[in-house]
């Protein structure tokens, strides 16, 4: 089993923390990992991108030119990745940011309404992890129960009180993924 897998989107939308929770999830489940993030000088409020690697097998480079599986959270993102998704791979989306929809028909296409259903509930903050939650019901590469710890050690110990929020987020996003077409 070898997932390659590129989460894009504006800095702020908790790109960077969805690729180090996947990481340190791939982590605990004794997996060979990969954590690549990339994002302009702006950070927050400009493009940014991670890719992860989860694999059974030893890891030859982190340095990826296609994505079994892209999480997108914007147009330019959506512009930048798309044609870079293998045929046969996987294209999760939220609606939110996004003005021209994919197009392409080799690959599967999933909107998840992440944004809408984060505000709507009051809890903005969740966004990622409701998005994470989208991913891992189409392609469970790692347990919610590791998930959960990656996701402790990954957040100040100060923050630890969120950690049922974020578990009931991503349950929220395993439940609203939909496929597209």
Avoid at 129 to 153: A, F, N, Y
Wanted: net charge neutral; hydrophobic share 40%.
């Amino acid at each position: 089993m070898k997932h390659e897998i590129i989460i894009a989107g504006f800095g702020g939308q908790g790109v960077l923390s969805m690729g180090k929770i996947l990481a340190y999830s791939g982590l605990m489940e004794n997996k060979e990992v990969t954590w690549f993030p990339s994002y302009g000088p702006e950070q927050r409020g400009g493009t940014a991108n991670v890719t992860v690697i989860l694999s059974d097998d030893k890891i030859s480079s982190p340095v990826l030119n296609s994505y079994d599986i892209a999480i997108i959270l914007n147009q330019p993102s959506l512009d930048k990745f798309e044609s870079r998704i293998k045929p046969g791979g996987t294209l999760i989306y939220d609606g939110y940011g996004i003005s021209s929809p994919p197009l392409r028909q080799d690959i599967g296409i999933f909107e998840t309404d992440a944004m809408n259903t984060a505000v709507g509930e009051g809890n903005s903050k969740a966004f990622n992890m409701i998005v994470l939650g989208g991913m891992l019901k189409l392609c469970p590469m790692v347990t919610l129960e590791s998930v959960m710890k990656g996701l402790k050690k990954s957040l100040p110990e100060r923050n630890h009180k969120f950690l049922p929020m974020n578990e009931k987020a991503i349950l929220r996003g395993m439940e609203i993924i939909r496929a597209v077409g």
